[in-house]
């Protein structure tokens, strides 16, 4: 049994062999030409540093730019996930607890959202964000993100909202707890798989955007990592060694972070199909 087991999931194991081989080899990579100069990276592209060139990562972690760009990534991240999972909770409530009519037309329309891309509403929204005074804002970049990232949280959130039986709602109006009292002191414990799954994607999204901080922001002040790489690899577009450290180490945080949330990520998506 044990060996028809094993002879069933080999195939699989040998699928996420090479599929983490693959993900994992540019990284490598990446992490070792940064510790090498460009001239051995001519000669060499492949082989080890031989000697080890530290000053490519000492020399950017010394810039105060790229804490800067560290920092405005933060920011915006940060507040682009309290927004949209506050505001998606809320809604996502609301579309799992209450029957009112046309409910399941308007989360429809929220799910339309998935499918528009952001590129053609570069233009208006442009414009809009103009009028408002919001660019060179980061509230220029939090509120569109948040915006269009409603849809995909709302529907994750709604599956395990959905999920909660209508015996506690029942149990808690009974000892006096109202709608809103029964959403934060019941349901969002309760639905902590949940929130941590979108704030994982939602932080993770906002760290990776790059046409968005790039259509709002002129000024350097507020530039995110995405940005300050393209400005960098412009700078330094013949020394590819210094590239690729700026580019591992623009990648850490984001990497760092999704390492330490990736139980919760897995396990908020594994529930919700299991439940959804």
Not at 196 to 225: D, Q, R, Y
Request: one cysteine or more; charged letters at 10%.
């Amino acid at each position: 049994m044990s060996a028809r087991r094993t002879g069933r999931t080999l195939p699989l194991h040998l699928v996420l062999a090479v599929v983490g081989v693959a993900m994992a080899v540019p990284l490598v990579y990446a992490v070792l030409s940064g510790f090498k100069s460009t001239d051995q990276l001519s000669r060499n592209p492949i082989g080890l540093p031989d000697p080890w060139v530290t000053g490519n990562y000492t020399d950017i972690l010394g810039s105060s730019s790229f804490w800067q760009l560290l920092g405005s990534s933060t920011l915006i991240a940060v507040g682009t996930t309290v927004v949209v999972v506050a505001v998606s909770a809320l809604a996502a409530f609301s579309f799992a607890r209450f029957a009112f009519r046309g409910r399941e037309t308007l989360f429809t329309l929220f799910t339309m959202g998935l499918m528009f891309p952001f590129a053609v509403a570069a233009l208006p929204l442009f414009l809009l964000l103009r009028s408002m005074d919001l660019l060179d804002n980061p509230l220029g970049v939090i509120l569109p993100q948040a915006a269009f990232g409603l849809p995909m949280t709302i529907v994750i959130l709604r599956g395990f909202f959905r999920e909660i039986p209508a015996e506690l709602e029942e149990a808690a109006t009974l000892d006096g707890c109202g709608p809103l009292g029964f959403f934060w002191r019941i349901l969002l414990p309760m639905a902590r798989p949940a929130l941590g799954t979108v704030s994982v994607l939602a932080v993770v999204a906002s760290w990776n955007n790059f046409f968005l901080p790039l259509l709002v922001f002129n000024e350097p002040t507020w530039w995110t990592l995405p940005i300050g790489v393209q400005q960098f690899q412009g700078q330094y577009s013949s020394e590819y060694a210094r590239i690729f450290a700026y580019l591992v180490l623009a990648m850490v945080p984001a990497l760092a972070f999704y390492s330490v949330a990736e139980r919760q990520l897995v396990g908020g998506l594994t529930a919700g199909a299991t439940k959804g």
